[in-house]
């Protein structure tokens, strides 16, 4: 018998079969052999060469008598392992002579009962008395460092495993993914042959195989697994934590799942899923014998389930994300981007179908005032109501979104042409005649519509800017109406859009300006202020009224950086006109506030950071706000004028008389004067109604201690009966037009040309 050479020096057992010298060192000598936790060998080399002793350990270690193993010179090579026999067959074969050290060799010899025995064999091969080779060597158990040394390579490969599913989790890997790999993972490092995620299902009492490893694909939709305490999984969910079993013929304390019975599962181990408010579900692995699952086995799969735990999480959460972005919170509807994104689908879809896409534009009527008169929350639940009436109203296919405020988009597809989209519309708005219960009290309302076809090669944003024309075509004729977007709408949104689009560099381009026209006092004709109002000088178009441009800009968000801009420019102006005349009174610099300004910025702030970098004195600065910033705004607007006023700054109602507004408003808002309508100026000394109207604003703007001004004079006619009234000032083409600022500077300082006359 060969061996792996040793450097050991002796020999530790007779050179010749089994007899030992007679005494008592003899019978010491083998009582000493017998004690070694090892065997001790003598044997011949090669393949078949025999063995001459054997120590009784042989017994213990392999099950074999001492007797019996030197009596096959064969044994040996018998009871090599399969994966070992040919390496140290070979290897036999290369040491039939004495050789250089080499180690000892570990190898595999098999019980006699089958299982395997790891051993390290250590040896020299020595000549002895009889000029014979024979081997002199220890065999020694190394099975459990084998094992334990296997034990760590696996423990290692499933923290490897753990690990790397964890890195595909944050790579963005789908959960459907995650678990193919887990349950994969688990079969290879546990060493078993079926895993399988499962779901529980609280309303069905039962679990539903997501994925498996080792089942038919049948069982992953057909076949329920049974919850409750009497099923593995059901007992893994109510106790929270791992079940073993090691057994399944002598387990008593669960029914095993048909399915798993049916494909031979005889163990198993189950771990917790949590899910984020309640547990998802179960990852079990199972194997077809019998064994029992280390305390490094449960860790593992338990590893693998928190991964696809903390994964599912992660899903949820971004689903709630990206359901918020996309969504709308108050109605739980879809919102603009969702709905342009499924409008560009439609208009895709249009290109291979001969049929219409149809886009409803609705707003509800009278919005505002039912906020300012029930609150806000009144107007919160009339949209959470009308939300679902929507969607009972349109077909299954259609999408409703709500854009934002009180307005609604609808999107109809696969209509065969307009008489369709009409019907929506009537139905809608028969839907709405139906009293909504806002707090205790049903209200009626009526929605005003537009409506825009496509017939495909849309753009998706042109349409819903088309069907917005057409809503706001229906509230110009009276609202509780549809309109149909034509191509005359078409036309002024064309130019609309242009209008939009050159606004946008209008900025960029240095081409808008200010001109100024003076304020004018009524005691003595003297300047004591100015108004800022905005001119566009178009590269093309030339000159162009803010008449033609600010509503576009209110509606498209460039308002706000504009209206900066004006205020920022008008307020070095001032601060120039203060520093040029220190002895002289201040000019009062008037610049308009726009009701969106004061509806989505605070305007406080915005003024308050533009006095700062312009140093000018804030009594210098007047702002002027049109009624219908009252009516649109009234319940953020006191607060809104009230911040303003801490500032310092002046404010004037401007186009008083307009807008219908309650007097209620002249004594709860902090407001300095009133700007009377150049409609009523118009037919002062002349038309009676015009003169009685304007002499009671004078009256009870002194009554309320605000001041007045009259805009708009023209004639001397209409200035002498403002100055009868005790009208304070006065603004109009009779003093003054808009000018340039260089002609206000030299008017200041050569005197108005009216006074030199």
Not at 335 to 359: C, G, H, W, Y
Request: hydrophobic letters at 45%; glycine letters at 8%; charged letters at 25%.
């Amino acid at each position: 018998m060969a061996r792996p050479i040793a450097p050991r020096a002796g020999a530790f057992a007779p050179p010749v079969g089994t007899a030992v010298a007679p005494g008592r060192n003899g019978q010491d000598y083998l009582g000493l052999l017998e004690r070694v936790p090892a065997i001790l060998y003598t044997a011949e080399p090669g393949e078949a060469g025999r063995w001459r002793y054997v120590s009784p350990q042989i017994e213990s270690i392999l099950g074999f008598s001492p007797e019996e193993w030197c009596a096959d010179p064969h044994l040996w090579a018998t009871r090599l392992h399969p994966g070992d026999r040919e390496r140290m067959i070979a290897f036999e074969a290369s040491h039939e002579s004495i050789a250089p050290a080499q180690g000892a060799a570990e190898y595999r010899l098999l019980h006699r009962d089958g299982h395997v025995v790891w051993v390290r064999d250590d040896a020299l091969l020595l000549r002895g008395e009889d000029g014979q080779e024979r081997w002199h060597g220890v065999l020694s158990d190394v099975s459990d460092r084998k094992q334990a040394e296997v034990e760590l390579e696996r423990r290692a490969a499933q923290q490897a495993a753990v690990a790397r599913l964890g890195e595909h989790a944050l790579e963005g890997a789908t959960t459907s993914e995650l678990m193919q790999e887990a349950v994969a993972v688990a079969v290879d490092l546990v060493g078993v042959e079926i895993a399988a995620v499962a779901e529980l299902m609280p309303d069905q009492g039962s679990f539903m195989v997501r994925v498996a490893v080792g089942l038919p694909d049948a069982a992953l939709v057909r076949e329920p697994v049974p919850a409750g305490a009497a099923s593995q999984a059901g007992f893994t969910i109510l106790s929270g934590g791992p079940v073993i079993v090691s057994d399944w013929s002598v387990e008593d304390r669960f029914d095993q799942a048909p399915v798993l019975s049916r494909h031979g599962a005889r163990s198993g181990l189950s771990v917790v899923i949590e899910g984020r408010h309640s547990p998802f579900g179960i990852l079990g692995v199972h194997a077809q014998q019998t064994r029992e699952y280390q305390a490094g086995d449960v860790d593992f799969v338990q590893s693998l389930a928190n991964v696809l735990g903390d994964a599912f999480e992660r899903q949820l959460t971004e689903d709630d994300t990206r359901h918020r972005a996309l969504h709308d919170p108050l109605t739980g509807l879809p919102n603009r981007v969702l709905f342009l994104d499924r409008l560009q689908q439609a208009l895709e879809r249009l290109r291979r179908r001969r049929s219409l896409t149809a886009i409803l534009f609705l707003d509800v009527d009278r919005f505002k005032p039912l906020n300012d008169n029930f609150g806000r929350q009144a107007g919160d639940e009339l949209l959470a109501a009308a939300a679902p009436r929507l969607r009972q109203v349109v077909r299954s296919s259609d999408t409703v979104a709500r854009f934002g405020g009180d307005e609604f988009g609808i999107l109809l597809e696969d209509i065969s042409g307009e008489g369709d989209a009409i019907e929506m519309a009537e139905r809608i708005a028969d839907m709405f005649t139906r009293p909504f219960e806002l707090g205790g009290r049903e209200h009626v309302v009526t929605t005003s519509m537009g409506i825009a076809l496509a017939r495909g090669g849309e753009v998706a944003e042109d349409l819903i800017r088309d069907a917005d024309a057409a809503m706001y075509r229906a509230k110009d004729r009276g609202r509780a109406r549809y309109e149909m977007f034509d191509e005359g709408m078409r036309g002024r949104a064309i130019s609309r859009r242009r209008v939009e689009n050159d606004l946008r560099r209008a900025l960029e381009r240095d081409e808008l300006r200010l001109d100024y026209q003076p304020l004018v006092s009524l005691r003595d004709q003297s300047v004591v202020g100015v108004e800022a109002l905005l001119r566009w000088e178009h590269p093309e178009r030339g000159l162009i009224a803010p008449d033609a441009f600010i509503h576009v800009a209110e509606e498209n968000g460039l308002i706000e950086p504009i209206g900066r801009w004006v205020l920022e420019r008008a307020s070095r102006q001032a601060a120039y006109w203060y520093s040029a005349r220190p002895d002289a009174a201040p000019i009062e610099m008037s610049v308009n506030l726009s009701a969106v300004q004061v509806a989505h910025r605070d305007p406080a702030e915005v003024v308050g950071a533009v006095l700062g970098a312009t140093g000018l004195d804030p009594g210098c600065l007047t702002l002027e706000i049109t009624e219908s910033v009252m009516l649109a705004e009234a319940e953020g607007l006191t607060e809104a004028l009230r911040a303003l006023k801490a500032l310092g700054v002046r404010l004037v109602l401007d186009d008083f008389g307009t807008g219908y507004s309650s007097l209620a408003y002249l004594t709860r808002l902090p407001l300095d004067a009133l700007k009377v309508d150049r409609s009523f100026i118009d037919g002062l000394g002349t038309e009676a109604r015009d003169t009685a109207i304007t002499e009671a604003i004078v009256a009870m703007s002194h009554a309320l201690s605000l001041q007045v001004v009259g805009e708009g004079a023209e004639t001397a006619l209409q200035v002498a009966e403002l100055a009868r009234m005790g009208c304070d000032f006065v603004q109009g083409y009779h003093f003054s037009r808009p000018v340039p600022a260089h002609e206000i500077t030299r008017m200041l300082r050569d005197g108005p040309a009216w006074l030199a006359g």
